[in-house]
């Protein structure tokens, strides 16, 4: 309240100087350190747009006068040092147990000027960021930057005891399987088969747990099923041609039990976009694992193998402690089902063959040090603070690094590959922005005074950058994906829907908290930015006034596949599966169209698929609302079967078909009969976007071809 009282009363006072005199008054510290509060959460135009209406703030020399001390020097953390000392100041023992995490960003190869320092700089060809985060607690801070400085043992126990010195308890340490982390494992003879920690430099006593990022494992492992293949212990197969099998139950048809999965987006991938994270993870899912039993039952070994790899994963990355997925609420001494979730994969990984390989791949070792070493960590929080402490696994990983990175990209518009010069100035507006955040001064510089460590920050706002310059505004997107502008509900509906077909509708499953600002390093942890998604926005904002009609043949004329044991085909599982998530949607409008699956008992064989992959809380339709949704689904396909590509181009096209449904559907409310028309219409659109993809990836490589035979 004083705090609050001393900002209100400077600004009062300033007013008064305005009005009864041309100068006003010197700020104190207390109203410049909200004006910078400010300033991190919005662009310069926003800033100065507050100054021009009114608000009594301080204009930007003034702030860049009074943060002129700020330096944050690569390959110097004594900055990042003293506001550590800052935050942990009074912290109990939990809040002090910190992971250090650091990866290698690319940047450009050229010589630039810096003009902060005088000083000409580069070439230089990556910068090493190193961040510290809570293993309990919510803070996490940028710690180290440097360029062309891997990783090395003396310069990690540096880093170790200078955290230490700043009132962290460094607990654990993660870093991808790039060839110079794997230079430093072996210079901590760090092995799958020995020690998987190091002791800390401060207190010998004290083990820090070495794990590699579970993520970048994960696509590791997609990679090599994809170019070599995995020979199950068993004398199962996984490889590229098995999960083609699995794409292929689908193709074709506009009602999908694996609407996610694209051969162009999971199976076709090269480049860049192996980098990503979400394809490896809905490619190797639950949902996976039971087409394969259902539809290729003969290959059950590699079912059980894909969904052992998906829960191994959901145990290593475990968000939230109410998850409705088990194996993703943490690890502790209750644990009991995902310990033996990763005993099972550790052996499975040991003990699988990587194409003609005889010897344990990078990969291999990576996901058994970091099982052996999340034990290990489990087993000492437990006993250093209780046996009702349990480890968020997924805090454990490099997700806070990928978004930083995504962050001093973002910062620069248009460019992604900034210079040293630019990615120094990023780096220091990004540390100012979670200093901020974090309710620190950023001008002490002895005793940490400022700001108490209780103020409360209202959430930030993820805002652009207006000038989209380097060295401009400051963005505090929070670590998060920054949502679409242009995204709307009916666009939600078909993101929601196939969000649903792997998980319940108690919550989305997250397979990183990755955010989406790295352009090709990591695809993030919030909305489902499928390649089918975003086509269909295009087509939604920009309306294009031509299209190519398909013939007759170019339409499915096979059958769907068959579930063997109930002689179900995969469409209408696909079909059931959409009339259940129409049900959840309206189910105030109409609690009457279906129930959740763990109280499900008299329901259409159709909705077989849905039970199969929900965990109690996807809906399941009821027989009047199957039926009633076969009924509009030929309706559907009656209205558009004339028009190219069996989808109107005409305005209304939502509108008017409601309207039919609603004059042969009295039952039912108009708001469920919208909703079926919304979603069965941008089903359609991602059906159409599949095979404009497909027609010109074909002509592509067609073009290739012509190219160099030429």
Same mark, same amino acid.
């Given at each position: 309240m004083n705090q609050k009282f001393s900002f209100v009363a400077s600004l009062v006072l300033q007013i008064d100087f305005l009005l009864h005199d041309n100068r006003p008054c010197p700020w104190d510290e207390e109203s410049v350190l909200r004006a910078l509060d400010i300033r991190t959460r919005l662009s310069i135009k926003q800033y100065e747009y507050l100054r021009n209406i009114g608000f009594p703030l301080p204009g930007r020399s003034t702030l860049q006068s009074w943060m002129k001390n700020f330096v944050v020097k690569p390959g110097d953390a004594t900055c990042a040092t003293r506001m550590l000392t800052q935050l942990l100041d009074g912290k109990p023992d939990m809040d002090r147990a910190c992971i250090l995490m650091f990866d290698e960003m690319k940047v450009s190869g050229i010589v630039s000027y810096d003009n902060t320092a005088d000083q000409v700089m580069g070439p230089n060809a990556y910068m090493q960021q190193v961040i510290v985060r809570s293993l309990f607690g919510k803070w996490r801070l940028p710690l180290y930057y440097d360029f062309d400085a891997p990783m090395t043992k003396d310069l990690l126990e540096e880093l170790i005891i200078m955290v230490e010195a700043g009132g962290g308890n460094v607990v654990a340490a993660v870093s991808d399987l790039g060839g110079s982390n794997r230079g430093l494992w072996t210079e901590l003879e760090i092995d799958c088969d020995g020690a998987t920690h190091l002791p800390n430099p401060v207190d010998p006593s004290r083990k820090i747990w070495v794990f590699a990022d579970t993520p970048h494992l994960l696509k590791l492992l997609r990679n090599h099923v994809l170019d070599d293949g995995i020979t199950l212990p068993n004398g199962g197969l996984v490889d590229k041609e098995l999960l083609a099998q699995v794409l292929a139950i689908d193709e074709g048809r506009d009602y999908r039990i694996l609407p996610k999965l694209n051969v162009d987006t999971h199976l076709e991938v090269h480049g860049q976009a192996?980098? #990503?994270?979400?394809?490896?993870?809905?490619? /190797?899912? %639950?949902?996976?694992? #039971? +087409?394969?039993?259902?539809?290729?039952?003969?290959?059950?070994?590699? @079912? &059980?193998?894909?969904?052992?790899?998906?829960?191994?994963?959901?145990? /290593?990355?475990?968000?939230?402690?109410?998850?409705?997925?088990?194996?993703?609420?943490?690890?502790? $001494?209750? $644990?009991?089902?995902?310990?033996?979730?990763?005993? &099972?994969?550790?052996?499975?990984? %040991?003990?699988?063959?990587?194409?003609?390989?005889?010897?344990?791949?990078?990969?291999? #070792?990576?996901?058994? =040090?970091?099982?052996?070493?999340?034990?290990?960590?489990? @087993?000492?929080?437990? &006993?250093?603070?209780?046996?009702?402490?349990?480890?968020?696994?997924?805090?454990?990983?490099?997700?806070?690094?990928?978004?930083?990175?995504?962050?001093?990209? *973002?910062?620069?518009?248009?460019?992604?590959?900034?210079?040293?010069?630019? @990615?120094? $100035?990023?780096?220091?507006? /990004?540390?100012?922005?979670?200093?901020?955040?974090?309710?620190?001064?950023?001008? =002490?510089?002895?005793? @940490?005074?400022? /700001? #108490? +460590? $209780? %103020?409360?920050?209202?959430?930030?706002?993820?805002?652009? &950058?207006?000038? *989209?310059?380097?060295? *401009? +505004?400051?963005?505090?997107?929070?670590?998060?994906?920054?949502?679409?502008v242009e995204e709307d509900q009916v666009s939600a509906d078909l993101s929601d829907m196939q969000s649903l077909f792997v998980e319940d509708n108690q919550g989305s499953k997250s397979r990183s908290e990755a955010r989406s600002s790295e352009r090709g390093e990591r695809s993030t942890e919030g909305d489902d930015d499928s390649a089918d998604l975003s086509d269909m926005q295009s087509l939604f904002v920009e309306v294009k006034h031509h299209y190519k009609s398909r013939s007759a043949s170019n339409r499915v004329t096979t059958p769907s596949r068959v579930d063997p044991q109930t002689g179900v085909s995969a469409e209408m599982y696909g079909m059931a599966h959409a009339a259940g998530y129409v049900a959840a949607k309206c189910r105030k409008v109409d609690p009457n169209l279906g129930v959740p699956s763990a109280f499900a008992e008299e329901v259409p064989v159709e909705t077989m698929w849905t039970r199969l992959i929900s965990r109690g809380g996807l809906n399941v339709p009821t027989a009047r609302w199957m039926s009633a949704f076969r009924q509009m689904e030929a309706t559907f396909c009656r209205h558009h079967h004339m028009e190219p590509d069996r989808l109107s181009r005409r305005p209304g096209v939502i509108g008017s078909l409601t309207r039919l449904l609603c004059a042969e559907q009295p039952d039912f409310d108009p708001r469920v009969i919208r909703r079926f028309v919304r979603l069965r219409t941008f089903i359609r659109m991602a059906c159409i976007n599949r095979e404009l993809r497909r027609e010109a990836m074909e002509k592509r490589e067609a073009r290739k071809k012509k190219q160099f035979s030429g």
């Open positions: 192996r980098q #990503k994270v979400r394809p490896a993870a809905q490619l /190797l899912s %639950r949902s996976t694992a #039971k +087409a394969i039993e259902r539809f290729i039952p003969q290959e059950k070994a590699a @079912a &059980d193998f894909i969904r052992l790899c998906n829960d191994g994963f959901d145990v /290593l990355n475990g968000q939230s402690p109410c998850d409705s997925n088990r194996l993703r609420r943490g690890l502790g $001494s209750a $644990s009991a089902e995902a310990f033996q979730v990763l005993t &099972d994969l550790e052996t499975a990984i %040991r003990n699988m063959t990587v194409g003609q390989r005889s010897s344990l791949m990078p990969f291999q #070792k990576g996901f058994l =040090v970091t099982i052996r070493s999340m034990r290990g960590l489990v @087993a000492d929080m437990v &006993d250093r603070l209780g046996p009702s402490t349990y480890v968020l696994t997924g805090r454990v990983n490099q997700d806070a690094v990928e978004s930083f990175f995504g962050m001093v990209r *973002g910062k620069g518009g248009a460019n992604f590959n900034p210079s040293p010069s630019e @990615a120094k $100035s990023r780096v220091r507006n /990004l540390m100012l922005m979670h200093v901020m955040k974090l309710g620190l001064n950023p001008k =002490v510089s002895r005793q @940490a005074r400022g /700001l #108490k +460590a $209780s %103020r409360q920050t209202r959430p930030a706002a993820a805002v652009g &950058d207006e000038e *989209g310059s380097g060295d *401009g +505004a400051i963005d505090d997107t929070d670590f998060a994906e920054e949502r679409s």
